[in-house]
């Protein structure tokens, strides 16, 4: 039962310019193939951005108890990215990655 993928490798949430027709990218494919929540990324990103946006979406993504719960991803990377606004990271930085799921 797969809950969880973060895909942090670059344009995982796009498609190919050679298939313009095909409607399915890599996070939607981890998607359908059973994962209930799946963060990818739309472009490059800078690695120190990534390492940052990574620390604190996981941070947030643990609950009290120490479990990973995935239906708290959304929030977790909205806090991610807030936090990388705090830091004057520029904007096309900021809003690399997307969350696809519950």
């Known amino acids: ?10 344009h995982t949430t796009v ?3 050679k ?5 399915i990218h890599l ?9 209930r ?3 990818g990324s739309m472009w490059s990103v800078d690695d120190e951005v990534a390492q940052e946006v990574v620390s604190t979406f996981y941070d947030n993504l643990v609950d ?12 977790a990377l909205h806090k991610a990215v807030k936090k990388l606004r ?9 809003i690399v990655f997307v969350h ?3």
């Open 64 to 75: 009290d108890s120490g479990k990973l719960d995935c239906t708290r991803a959304a929030v």
């Open 19 to 23: 298939s313009p027709d095909e409607s």
């Open 100 to 102: 696809i799921g519950v």
């Open 1 to 10: 039962n797969p809950e969880f993928a973060f895909l942090s490798a670059c």
């Open 27 to 35: 996070a939607a494919a981890m998607q359908f193939s059973g994962f």
């Open 37 to 39: 929540s799946v963060v």
């Open 86 to 94: 705090r830091n004057n990271v520029p904007l096309e930085q900021q």
């Open 15 to 17: 498609g190919d310019k």
